[in-house]
């Protein structure tokens, strides 16, 4: 069973910075995209940033310039470095795994992230 799990959400000022970090475990295709999603209250899930499995990136436009995704294959982890956030980052964060070769996806159950002015 694939398992994701989310760490290193907070409580940070606006203008701060926070890193999030997602560790896969389980029997996963080696060829994977990871990714991570935000969900605010009232709010649809949005994809923030993405990496294949090759290391091609992604980027949701508000978010360029100051979030950084970027893997480790060997430790199964994805992270998200997030710098000059802001209060409209505030959200849930999920991390998503798709493995494309047999369309599978898996969430981690999410880490909050909480900007204040």
């Known amino acids: 069973q694939v398992q994701l799990v989310e760490s290193g959400g907070g409580l940070v000022h606006a203008g701060g910075s926070l890193r999030l970090s997602c560790v896969a475990s389980?029997?996963?295709?080696?060829?994977?995209?990871m990714g991570w999603y935000r969900q605010a209250p009232g709010n649809q899930r949005e994809l923030v940033a993405g990496?294949?499995?090759?290391?091609?990136?992604n980027y949701v436009e508000s978010v360029k310039g100051r979030f950084t995704i970027s893997r480790d294959n060997a430790k199964r982890t994805v992270y998200l470095e997030m710098n000059s956030l802001k209060r409209e980052d505030t959200a849930v964060y999920y991390c998503?795994?798709?493995?494309?070769?047999?369309?599978?996806?898996?969430w981690g159950h999410g880490t909050q992230v909480t900007v204040s002015s």
């Open positions: 389980g029997s996963i295709d080696s060829i994977n995209d």
């Open positions: 998503n795994l798709h493995t494309p070769l047999n369309n599978r996806e898996y």
């Open positions: 990496i294949s499995w090759g290391g091609r990136t």
